[in-house]
C-alpha cells in the first residue's frame, strides 16, 4: 500500500520552484511550478483572490425556536444559474478589522439580519482557513450564528449582487437542495459544520 502522501494542511505538499501571474482583475490567475518529492516538476494554473488569508467568510444561521435557517438565491457567474448559498463575503482589510466583522457586515447586506451568538467553526488545524477549491488559492473561515435579529438598518449590498433571501427553511429541505446539487460547496461545507455543532449541543 502506497504511504507516501500524507495529510498535510499547512500547504507544504509541493516546493513552488516558480510563480508569475498570468492575469490579474476581478480573479487572479497564477502561473505556479512545483516540484515533487520524486522529482518531477509540473506547471499549474492556480487561481483566486490576490488578498492575505482568510479570503472570505461563510455565515450559517440558525433560529433555535423555529429550527429553521436563513439561505440565499444567489446568481452564479461561473455557471450563470441560480443557487442557494449561506450568506458569504470577501475579508476586505481597507473596511473590515477582523473576519469576524466581514461576516457581521455580510450577514447585513445580504440576509438583512444582525446580533445573535457568533460562534467560529474554523478547525485549529486550518488557521489560515478552508480551501475553497483543489485549484484555487482562496480560503474561508465558516461561522454559525444563532438566533439574529432582523435588520432594520441594512448594510448596502454590492452593486453587482443578485439575491434573494429564503427565511424559515426546515433543515430537512436544507439537506435536500445539498443532496440535489444545489447549494455551492463552501456553503456546504458551512452548513455540515454548524449543523454538527448544533447537534453535540442538542439544539436540532
Known amino acids: ?40 516538476i509540473i506547471e499549474w494554473d492556480v487561481v483566486g483572490h490576490h488578498t492575505p488569508y482568510p479570503t472570505f467568510v461563510v455565515v450559517f444561521t440558525f433560529n433555535t425556536k423555529t429550527k429553521t435557517t ?25 473596511k473590515h478589522q477582523s473576519p469576524l466583522e466581514s461576516a457581521q457586515h455580510e450577514l447585513s447586506e445580504e440576509a438583512r439580519l444582525t446580533g445573535g451568538e457568533w460562534i467560529c467553526l474554523l478547525p485549529e488545524g486550518q488557521k489560515d ?16 450564528c444563532i438566533d439574529p435579529q432582523q435588520d432594520n438598518e441594512p448594510r448596502q449590498r454590492d452593486e453587482e449582487e ?30 455540515w459544520m454548524a449543523l454538527e455543532y448544533l447537534s453535540n449541543l442538542g439544539l436540532l
Open 1 to 40: 500500500m502506497d504511504t507516501e502522501l500524507e495529510i498535510n494542511t499547512e500547504g507544504t505538499a509541493a516546493k513552488i520552484l516558480v510563480e508569475t501571474i498570468s492575469h490579474k482583475r476581478f480573479i487572479t490567475v497564477w502561473n505556479r511550478q512545483t516540484q515533487f518529492k520524486d522529482g518531477r
Open 129 to 144: 482557513g478552508i480551501s475553497e477549491l483543489k485549484w484555487g488559492r482562496n480560503r474561508f473561515v465558516p461561522y454559525l
Open 70 to 94: 436563513s439561505i440565499l438565491k444567489e446568481y452564479a457567474q461561473g455557471t450563470n444559474e441560480i443557487k442557494y448559498t449561506c450568506v458569504a463575503g470577501s475579508v476586505d482589510r481597507r
Open 162 to 191: 443578485c439575491i434573494q433571501v429564503v427565511n424559515n427553511v426546515e433543515i430537512d429541505d436544507l439537506k435536500r437542495f445539498i443532496t440535489k446539487g444545489e447549494m455551492m460547496l463552501p456553503s456546504v461545507q458551512t452548513s
